[in-house]
Nanobody, 122 residues
């Protein structure tokens, strides 16, 4: 069981990146899937999450209108399209999957990817 995240990098203020997270060893069909981020010295927070079971979607207020989560079932992959990036978005981003009651709760996710660094320069 593995989640492999990729797509991070260095981008200028206002730029875009697309993060990818591919699951292997299990299907994302029955799981909630999400993107989280953790800045140094801060708690890990939910950025965007999606429930495959009921179609519910969560976006943190700080990313609404700029980030979009999507899933490609054929590739067993979840994406996070990040537009209008800001320096405050700079940190490590993680993808996760789990059987959850509340899709934005970090502790309810069981499977985690390794993280990918996003850096936004001003």
């Amino acid at each position: 069981v593995q989640l492999q995240a990729s797509g991070g990098g260095l981008v200028q203020l206002g730029g875009s990146l697309r993060l990818s997270c591919t699951a292997s060893g299990f299907s994302l069909d029955s799981y909630a899937i999400g993107w989280f981020r953790q800045a140094p010295g801060k708690e890990r927070e939910a950025v965007s999450c999606f429930s495959r079971r009921d179609g519910s979607t969560y976006y943190a207020d700080s990313v609404k209108g700029r980030f979009t989560i999507s899933v490609d079932p054929a590739k067993n992959t979840v994406y996070l399209q990040m537009n209008s990036l800001k320096p405050v978005d700079t940190t490590v981003y993680y993808c996760a999957a789990g059987v959850t009651r509340f899709i934005h709760i970090v502790e309810e996710y069981s499977y985690w990817g390794q993280g990918t660094q996003v850096t936004v320069s001003s």
